[in-house]
Structures are given as structure tokens and as C-alpha cells.
């Protein structure tokens, strides 16, 4: 019985990891910094140059890191392969690429608090990873719930309610453990409210 609830919650939680990935999560984080300032209208355009650079950048960076054998795994399931040193240089490429070009673009300066956001997120990733996996997708999905509470608080608060069914997710297709995910939804949360408090 317990093996066939199972099997039945696997699929929906795999969905739900798809649906929650790294592309969506950065998007909804960035309209939701843009949609700061208003009119949001005025930065549609830079919101979509500046997400697809950010995206670019990482697929760019990780498909090159695998195509000449630096990773095999670009789902990074396997901890070592989050360890490696050149995933995480080309990593923060990933951030420092979108703060020239938001500077360039002359975005607010919420833009930066958000992408220095990012930094610090994937820094503590970075040293933590060494020590345990740590959850991204509940890391991310809790930054986007806090950043959310920042700007607007029922926004935050509908977000905060995801949180438990991603964290659930990723324990179901056993991608992670129940630590882990909590872990991350710490760094998620922790991290975004200390630096958009102190910038």
C-alpha cells in the first residue's frame, strides 16, 4: 500500500520540480523586483533582456563545462558535481553578467540588492555543498516567498504556501531528505530578508 501511494505522488512531485525550476523561479524573482518600481511598463523590455542574458549565460556556461568534460551530471543530483570549482566560477559569471547589464540598462537599484541576493545564496550553497546536498529548489521557491513579503506582503504569504508542497516534492522523488530541504528553505529565506534590510 505504502509503495503504491507512493508511486502516485511520484509523478505529481516530478511535476511540480519541473514547474518550480530554476528558469520560473528567476522570473517570477525579477518581475517581482522590477514590478517595484512603477510604471512596471517601463521595464518590461530590460526585464526580458536581463532574464534571457541570466539564462543564457547559465545554459551557456553549463553546456560548455559538460561538452569538454569538467560535469557529467547537469542536473546536479550527484553532490560532487556541485562542488566542482569551475561549475561555481561559471555560476557567478551567471550573476555577474546581469549586474553589468542591469547597470547598463540603468535598472533601480532594487536590481542589484536582488542579484547580490543571488550572490550570497550561491556562495553559502557553494561552502555548505562540501559539507551536505542542500535543496536549490526549496532555497529558491523560499527566496522568491521572501523577496515577495518584502514587496508585497500577500504576495509573500500565498508564495510561503508553496513552499511546503516543493520542499515535499523533492523529498517524494527522493532528490533530497527532509534535512536538506529545510536547510535550503533556511539559506531561501534568511539570506534575501538580511540583504534587502542592510542595501
Not at 510604471?39 to 551557456?60: C, D, E, N, T
Not at 556541485?82 to 536590481?111: D, E, H, M, Q, Y
Amino acid at each position: 500500500m505504502d509503495k503504491r501511494i507512493n508511486h502516485v505522488l511520484v509523478k505529481p512531485a516530478g511535476l511540480i520540480g519541473k514547474i518550480i525550476s530554476p528558469e520560473t523561479i528567476l522570473a517570477l524573482q525579477l518581475w517581482l523586483v522590477m514590478g517595484e518600481k512603477k510604471p512596471i511598463a517601463k521595464w518590461i523590455i530590460p526585464f526580458l533582456i536581463l532574464y534571457g542574458v541570466s539564462i543564457f549565460v547559465s545554459r551557456l556556461s553549463i553546456r560548455y563545462l559538460a561538452a569538454h568534460g569538467h560535469i557529467k551530471d547537469t542536473t546536479f543530483v550527484n553532490r560532487r558535481e556541485r562542488t566542482n570549482p569551475l561549475l561555481f566560477i561559471a555560476v557567478i559569471i551567471s550573476i555577474v553578467c546581469p549586474i553589468i547589464l542591469a547597470k547598463f540598462l540603468n535598472l533601480p537599484g532594487v536590481v542589484y540588492s536582488y542579484y547580490i541576493t543571488m550572490f550570497m545564496i550561491i556562495v553559502v550553497f557553494y561552502c555548505l555543498t562540501f559539507m551536505l546536498k542542500v535543496s536549490g529548489h526549496a532555497a529558491a521557491i523560499t527566496a522568491t516567498a521572501a523577496i515577495a513579503l518584502i514587496f508585497n506582503s500577500m504576495l509573500g504569504w500565498l508564495l510561503f504556501l508553496s513552499v511546503p508542497f516543493v520542499c515535499a516534492a523533492r523529498i517524494i522523488t527522493r532528490d533530497h531528505t527532509l534535512i536538506e530541504v529545510i536547510i535550503g528553505s533556511l539559506i531561501g529565506f534568511i539570506i534575501p530578508i538580511v540583504i534587502f534590510k542592510l542595501l
